[in-house]
């Protein structure tokens, strides 16, 4: 069994900064890739940021703001957000698509979620 655990949401001030943590844990082969979703209510859930192998790619929104990174000797992901804005406000989703052992495929899987506010 995979989990993905995320950490780090919270409340900040416009301008502010959060860092997300998201945690892959369980029977684990290989990583394909790994990011970060988010979601408001009533509306779509919409990529924010992923890396898979050396590239990374961001949502339009979040460029020169949000940076991804990887440590992937421990399966983890980060998201560090600055210059945080009202409209980041969201449940911000961790996403990775591996597989968990040999032969068996990719699968995709995906974090609870953690809550990020941020007032004006």
């Known amino acids: 069994q995979v989990q993905l655990v995320e950490s780090g949401g919270g409340s900040v001030q416009a301008g502010g900064s959060l860092r997300l943590s998201c945690a892959a844990s369980?029977?684990?082969?290989?990583?394909?890739?790994m990011g970060w979703y988010r979601q408001v209510p009533g509306k779509q859930r919409e990529v924010v940021a992923i890396?898979?192998?050396?590239?990374?790619n961001y949502a339009d929104s979040v460029k020169g703001r949000f940076t991804i990174s990887r440590d992937n000797t421990k399966n983890t992901v980060f998201l560090q957000m600055n210059s945080l804005k009202p409209e980041d406000t969201a449940v911000y989703y961790c996403?990775?698509?591996?597989?968990?052992?040999?032969?068996?495929?990719?699968?995709?899987?995906w974090g609870h979620g953690t809550q990020v506010t941020v007032s004006s």
């Open positions: 369980g029977s684990i082969f290989k990583i394909d890739s």
């Open positions: 890396t898979t192998g050396g590239s990374t």
């Open positions: 996403n990775s698509i591996l597989a968990s052992r040999a032969g068996s495929g990719w699968f995709e899987y």
